[in-house]
């Protein structure tokens, strides 16, 4: 076989690798678990800081996940997709807090829910269906990155995955093309929702938040 290659002293470049994403991991918990105590003194707005919670829970996620891909180098293959799970449930949690930023305005409610209003208060005249639109992509995201990681580890199991190969016979490449459209499709949401309610959401800089987060995630 291969001869082993010592890295650093007496470990291997694996072992090395697994020392340091677990210590990563370790401490982006504690980090995130610091920050995430500081809530509950300062909760003036809950719906809001959930939201919020959520998304900082992507970092200790990621990192646990990444350590054991390193770690157990041969489920690397089943455990990628949680990678994409874990990013769903953030990107969604984003979604829900541009709807509570609406909310948290006088008129946000009649806005967003305008035939509730006009059943009720007899204020407006139309329902916005785009918001039907956009919810129904925020909730078959996180449905549809799980199936693809259920998918993946099954094909893996049965022997059909090969990331390797661009051969359309692969699982592979059947994954990968539903998770590219919905990912694009869940980004045209986003911007569709800011776009249409932007008055209400340029104060809160969100747009800005939002590419923050998609680069922080491509990383």
Known sequence: GLAIVLFIGSMTYRIFASILSGSCALASFIIVSALVLQYPRHYSNPIQQRQIIWILFLIPWVALFSFLIVWKRDAGECLIGSLDFGCAT???????????????????????????????????????????????????????????????????????????????????????????????????????????????????????KFIALTRTLSI
């Open 90 to 208: 953030a990107l969604s949690s984003f979604l829900l807090l541009l709807c509570d930023y609406i909310f948290g305005h006088p008129d946000g409610v009649d806005e967003l829910f305008s035939d509730w209003a006009l059943k009720n208060r007899q204020s407006v005249t139309h329902s916005p269906k785009w918001l039907k639109h956009v919810r129904y992509t925020m909730l078959q995201f996180i449905h549809t990155c799980m199936i693809v990681w259920l998918t993946t580890v099954i094909s893996v199991a049965v022997g059909t995955y090969c990331a390797q190969s661009q051969s359309p016979r692969f699982a592979h490449i059947r994954i990968a093309i539903p998770k590219v459209l919905i990912t694009t499709i869940y980004l045209i949401a986003v911007l569709q929702c800011y776009g249409r309610m932007k008055h209400r959401l340029q104060p809160h800089v969100m747009l800005l």
